[in-house]
């Protein structure tokens, strides 16, 4: 297969876990929740694959786990900043310190274990949760711009005021929104750990989190470009390797900087239109929301 | 957040060192055990407390430092397990413990100073970064023995130990050589040491051997241990056309990168076998057992002394195991011979003619490369593709 | 049913004692943990609050730790108090130590004290260039500081192994990524012969008292306040968004490089990949368990070095794993950031919900335009 061919695959399973956390972040922020804690989730959902898909040698039900157990963890995040009124931003770095700390405690027993792996590669044959990433980017896409729980998501993002007014129980749909963005940020995570690097290692998430983070920003919240934005980092990331092994006369720090050099200018692209930027971003994102009852 | 810790924030201090000092009463209360309290009068040398000698029969107390975890499955697994295998052949007579996860540089004085503090008298640090932090401790603690892996400065009480991975890397490079099909060869390497260097020169020079028209491809990780970049390395590799694998990693991601493709590899200072059933060839491992039990008995017997140590297959430091059943059995016995060689010295690795990248020649016909050019090789020998990560 | 009142004013006793219930209930909750792994709990405890103070080489030690995370713990929350979220010291705290050692790298056996000090101020220099880099693409394009000071870490992160493998190498250091260890002239002063400490603790104690006088004494301060509890009422007073923009991120990205330059300096002696330690992050715990204040950040500075001292103590003497430290962290933040709900709203129990009223005026900071 031609190495370019090869080159895209690559980049797809790369962009995949980064897609995957985006769209979770994206139902969150879309709801006017932030959730800095995005790096902290992967990493219990992670070490939470890793050890069902241990126990039961079953993928599909380590996936499930993950994200069940990131779900938790959001639930609790999501009650201390929608009902106890915690400071956005402070909750969520909390919490990805402390899921940095507990998945590396929880996986001490299993740094020495391995799963089996299955074989994947080639353009047309990845492993089904790539292909059910890119149905999920539809869905969500369909499901925010099209259904009406999709708008009243949103309005609850724009204006939770107005939306409390019309009788829609704000903090519930808030809730709600960072519990399941919080499962697909976990299905990312188990993802890593349980598909694309079956081992377990403290942090091995290595900042994917952060980057889905900004991804959301780089998609203007809309799950489409969250695919364009997922697979491109993949891709940079894939290249820089790859021109290592070519022997391009470049320093070798400077090529693997290359991804966050990118992440850096597309932020800038996307951010200096203050009118995009304001038009597309939910207006009530990171503030809290006092239902005066 | 709130700030109204203006006006409270006497009331916060007078609580704080309340809090404090209901933390600090039991402290008070205990006697210094050992570690005499040492007064603020400048003395050279420095005032550290007193490690307690150890009784005639008190068992021997041997420290290990570790930079990664027991459970990498890698290097530091390697160093446990002879560690582990030391104290079970020493019965009785030695105690051994560890700390894992110890960061390079300034913590690690603390974590040495430490060890000492407890009583070990026999002190392992089991990576290059500890060099400085040792010397330091050592030059306070003349009557404690150090031993430190991958380094190169030494003491009256501090040694060096190091094992020639390079001939468990050259063995895999025979192998190599005689499985790969697209004769593009791949290795994962970690930090642009010499030592990592001279191991993919080894490798390369092993696969040519038998193939010389083979060609290495390197892709640099920048760590010892990151399993994740090590998997998308490793795809990268493969991505290129290299078909079989090496790495100079501590994690069993490149096997399993190339398990998942349906291509070889090795495993990597311990016996990876397990995590790649149909990739793996063969491993490279380290033994640090029959070193670690010279040195502890050097310790036991009053006959330490300082120097440098270099081991390979010799010693039993390096072997190359498992070979699987893929390897064809002329290959096998190939390796059989190359070993026994190593070890009567009849059989050298690094002899001429050797040429590097650029084609200079760095090694006349039959001329051997000494220890001392060795360790400080800084080039890639002919056939390896790439650029060597050195900004010059 | 149990409703959540936003105060009218926050309780302030129950501010005081804020962070000392959250360490109550982190060590409570570290005891129940130590149990269930099966090891002394009260062994444990003495690790990581005993032992880290108990003879004057301990304190020296602690000091060492203390030093980058009060100074940085102050840069952060002078910058969390203005609403702008630099997550990135850790990159600051690297430049720091770069710039710091160029200027080690000139030193002479014979150079002066002035070599230290124009070490240390490059070392400033060095974390405030690299965080106004932050700043400026904030204040131009509207980038997310958030985002982009992080990615500057993994950035700075790769700038460091390219000059400790490249240009700054060793060249008897038979090739390992290490500049040579800085002579003598230019290694920091140590406070007393024979322990680790530095001046550098010195440095830090008179940055935290230099904060609290600019926090509460000065003008700039007051804006800054202003700026990052109301912007609206920061802009009708005409106080600039602007600088209280820059003012932070260059003052905290000053503090952490000058952190940079102490931590390679000191205690190690030489720039290697090895000298980022992570205080950049564990420094947004020291800043919010302090409560922004510089008082309660040097607090939290010396309570953060405990945890960090007694997680090694603990692992050599008492096999815990390391990790430890990390879920000790969190936990102490997480109780934190609920004990501050009950500071800013008090629980009702009310029968039946009541109609809808206005809302009162939140008392959380609210962002300024373009958040995130």
Redesign the interface.
């Known amino acids: 297969m031609s190495?370019l061919v090869?080159?895209l695959?690559?980049s797809i399973?790369?962009g995949t876990p980064l897609l995957l956390a985006a769209l979770g972040l994206i139902i969150n922020e879309r709801s006017g929740v932030?959730n800095?804690g995005a790096e902290g989730l992967m990493l219990i959902a992670a070490i939470t694959g890793f050890a069902v898909a241990l126990a039961t040698k079953n993928d599909a039900l380590a996936l499930l786990a993950g994200a069940a157990a990131a779900a938790v963890f959001s639930a609790f995040f999501g009650f201390?900043v929608i009902?106890?009124?915690?400071?956005q931003?402070?909750?969520g770095?909390?919490?990805s310190?402390?899921?940095?700390?507990?998945s590396?405690?929880v996986g001490?027993?299993?740094?020495?274990e391995?799963l089996?792996?299955?074989?994947?590669?080639g353009l047309f044959s990845h492993h089904y949760l790539v292909y059910l990433a890119v149905l999920l980017t539809l869905g969500l896409s369909w499901f925010l711009f099209r259904s009406k729980a999709g708008l009243v998501l949103r309005a609850v993002g724009e204006s939770p005021?107005s939306a409390?007014?019309l009788g829609y129980p704000v903090r519930l749909i808030r809730w709600a929104a960072v519990i399941a963005g919080g499962a697909l940020v976990g299905l990312a995570g188990a993802f890593?750990s349980v598909v694309?690097?079956?081992?377990w290692?403290?942090g091995?998430?290595?900042?994917k989190g952060?980057i889905a983070?900004?991804l959301t920003?780089f998609a203007t919240w809309r799950p489409a470009r969250a695919l364009l934005g997922a697979y491109l980092f993949g891709f940079i990331?894939?290249l820089q390797?790859?021109l290592?092994?070519?022997?391009?006369?470049l320093?070798?720090?400077?090529l693997?900087?290359l991804p966050?050099?990118a992440?850096?200018l597309v932020?800038?692209l996307i951010?200096?239109n203050?009118r995009w930027?304001?038009a597309n971003?939910p207006t009530s994102?990171?503030?809290?929301f006092?239902?005066?009852? | 957040m709130p700030r109204f810790l203006d006006r409270a924030t006497p009331a916060c201090i007078a609580s704080s060192l309340l809090a404090l000092a209901f933390m600090t009463l039991p402290a008070c209360s205990k006697k210094p055990s050992g570690d005499a309290a040492p007064s603020a009068t400048p003395a050279p040398p420095a005032v550290e407390p007193k490690a307690t000698e150890p009784k005639a029969d008190a068992p021997l107390k041997v420290a290990f430092a570790y930079v990664g975890p027991v459970g990498d499955a890698g290097w530091t697994f390697a160093h446990d397990k002879a560690r582990k295998e030391a104290e079970a052949a020493f019965a009785g007579k030695v105690k051994t413990s560890f700390v894992e996860n110890v960061p390079e540089a300034a913590d690690a004085e603390r974590v040495i100073r430490d060890m000492v503090d407890q009583g070990n008298t026999l002190i392992f640090g089991t990576t290059f970064g500890y060099m400085e932090p040792m010397l330091k401790v050592a030059s306070d603690n003349p009557k404690v023995h150090f031993e430190h892996a991958t380094g190169y400065k030494t003491a009256a009480n501090l040694r060096t130990y190091d094992s020639r991975t390079y001939e468990g890397a050259y063995l895999a490079g025979v192998v190599a050589g005689s499985m790969t099909k697209s004769k593009t060869l791949g290795v994962v390497g970690s930090i642009p040491i010499p030592e990592v260097i001279r191991n993919i020169d080894s490798f390369t020079l092993g696969a040519q051997s038998v193939t010389p028209e083979i060609k290495t491809k390197v892709v640099w990780v920048g760590k010892w241990f990151d399993p994740p970049k090590e998997g998308e390395a490793a795809q990268a590799l493969l991505d290129q056309g290299a078909d079989v694998l090496m790495q100079n990693t501590d994690s069993s991601a490149v096997l399993q990168t190339a398990e998942k493709a349906g291509k070889f590899a090795f495993g990597w200072d311990s016996d990876m076998s397990k995590f790649g059933p149909h990739a793996h060839l063969a491993s490279a491992i380290i033994n640090w057992a029959p070193y670690y039990q010279k040195a502890i008995k050097d310790a036991l017997d009053g006959s330490w002394k300082t120097g440098q140590v270099w081991w390979g297959v010799k010693d039993g430091a390096i072997d190359l195991v498992s070979l699987s059943d893929k390897v064809p059995a002329a290959t096998k016995a190939k390796i059989e011979e190359l070993k026994k060689g190593l070890k009567d010295g009849s059989f050298t690795i690094w002899k001429g003619p050797i040429k590097d990248q650029a084609g200079k020649e760095v090694l006349k016909v039959d001329e051997k490369g000494e220890d001392k050019m060795l360790l400080g090789i800084n080039f890639y020998v002919k056939g390896v593709e790439g650029k060597l990560p050195s900004g010059k | 049913m149990i409703r959540l009142e936003p105060r009218a004013e926050p309780a302030r006793w129950l501010a005081v004692f804020s962070p000392l219930l959250a360490l109550g209930v982190t060590v409570a909750l570290g005891v129940l943990l130590f149990v269930l792994l099966g090891k002394d709990a009260l062994g444990c405890l003495q690790m990581f609050f005993v032992e880290p103070i108990k003879n004057a080489r301990a304190i020296a030690e602690l000091s060492i730790k203390v030093t980058p995370l009060l100074l940085i713990g102050l840069g952060l929350s002078l910058c969390f108090r203005s609403n702008v979220w630099n997550i990135g010291a850790e990159g600051q705290f690297i430049l720091g130590s770069i710039f710091a050692t160029w200027v080690a790298l000139r030193a002479t056996p014979d150079s002066g004290a002035g070599l230290v000090i124009a070490l240390l101020l490059a070392g400033a220099l060095g974390g405030a260039l690299w965080a106004s880099i932050t700043a400026v693409l904030r204040d131009r394009c509207n980038a997310s500081e958030i985002l982009v000071s992080l990615m500057l870490v993994y950035v700075a992160e790769q700038l460091l192994a390219y000059l400790v493998n490249g240009p700054w190498k060793d060249p008897n250091g038979y090739n390992f990524p290490q500049t040579i260890t800085f002579l003598a002239s230019s290694r920091i002063p140590r406070l007393l012969e024979g322990s680790r400490a530095n001046i550098g603790v010195l440095l830090a104690l008179v940055a935290a008292a230099a904060c609290w006088l600019f926090m509460n004494k000065s003008f700039a301060g007051y804006r800054l306040d202003v700026a990052g509890l109301s912007p609206p009422a920061a802009r009708y007073a005409g106080f600039s968004a602007r600088s209280a923009l820059w003012l932070p991120l260059l003052l905290s990205g000053a503090l952490a490089g000058l952190a940079g330059a102490l931590e390679v300096a000191g205690p190690d002696g030489q720039l290697t990949t090895h000298v980022p330690l992570g205080y950049g992050f564990a420094a947004i715990i020291v800043a919010f368990v302090g409560r922004l204040d510089p008082i309660g950040v040097t607090f939290s500075s010396v309570l953060m070095s405990m945890f960090f001292i007694g997680g090694e103590l603990s692992q050599s003497r008492l096999g815990l794993p390391k990790s430890i430290t990390g879920v000790f962290q969190g936990l102490l933040l997480f109780s934190l950031l609920t004990c501050d709900t009950f500071v800013k709203n008090k629980l009702r129990f009310a029968r039946a919900p009541a109609t809808p009223t206005t809302p009162t005026t939140p008392t959380t900071p609210t962002r300024g335009a373009a958040a995130q």
């Open positions: 190495e090869l080159l695959s690559s399973d790369s932030i800095l201390l009902w106890l009124n915690a400071n931003y402070a909750t770095l909390a919490l310190l402390f899921g940095s700390g507990l590396a405690f001490i027993h299993y740094s020495q391995s089996t792996v299955a074989g994947h590669h005021e409390q007014a890593v694309s690097t079956p081992l290692v403290e091995m998430i290595a900042g952060w983070l900004a920003t990331t894939m390797l790859h290592q092994g070519r022997g391009v006369n320093p070798v720090e400077l693997t900087a966050y050099l992440t850096i932020l800038v951010s200096r203050p930027i304001a971003m994102l990171g503030k809290p006092f239902p005066g009852a």
